[in-house]
């Protein structure tokens, strides 16, 4: 057994766990210095495009479910994640996200915003 102290962090202070794919996504987070969500990418309509990206959870709603056709989509995780970190998250709010030895601690700098362009991070080779 170990002895552990547990923190209480202060109640206005929100944190949120990236899980970015059981780490797959984790370089690119912390090169990048972004955290984003691909469900999104399938659904979303052009007139959302560009920062700041703040549609009401009902506008979300109905992008999903005329994407599925299903309203049982829309009440499914991916509408919660994205409703999450689109309408939830704010700026000063902490971030947590896991590599494969290593937890990484951020804070939220901006509002969300939509850009198409491709994340990548440079592949480390050897140990």
């Known amino acids: 057994m170990t002895s552990l102290k547990l923190y209480e962090p202060p109640k206005e202070r929100r ?19 972004v955290i984003a969500i691909g469900h999104l990418n399938k659904f979303l309509k052009q ?5 700041p990206f703040k549609p009401e959870s009902w506008q979300i709603k109905n992008m999903m479910t005329e994407y599925k056709g299903d309203k049982k989509y829309c009440n499914s995780n991916n509408y919660g994640q994205v409703n999450s970190f689109v309408n939830e998250m704010s700026v000063g709010d902490w971030v947590l996200t896991k590599g494969e030895d290593v937890v990484r601690v951020g804070r939220v700098e901006s509002e969300p915003w939509v850009d198409s362009s491709p994340l990548q991070a440079q592949v480390k080779i050897g140990p």
Not at 15 to 33: E, H, L, R
């Open 47 to 51: 007139e959302f495009t560009g920062p």
């Open 15 to 33: 944190y949120w766990i990236a899980k970015a794919n059981a780490g797959k996504y984790f370089d690119i987070f912390c090169q990048n210095s």
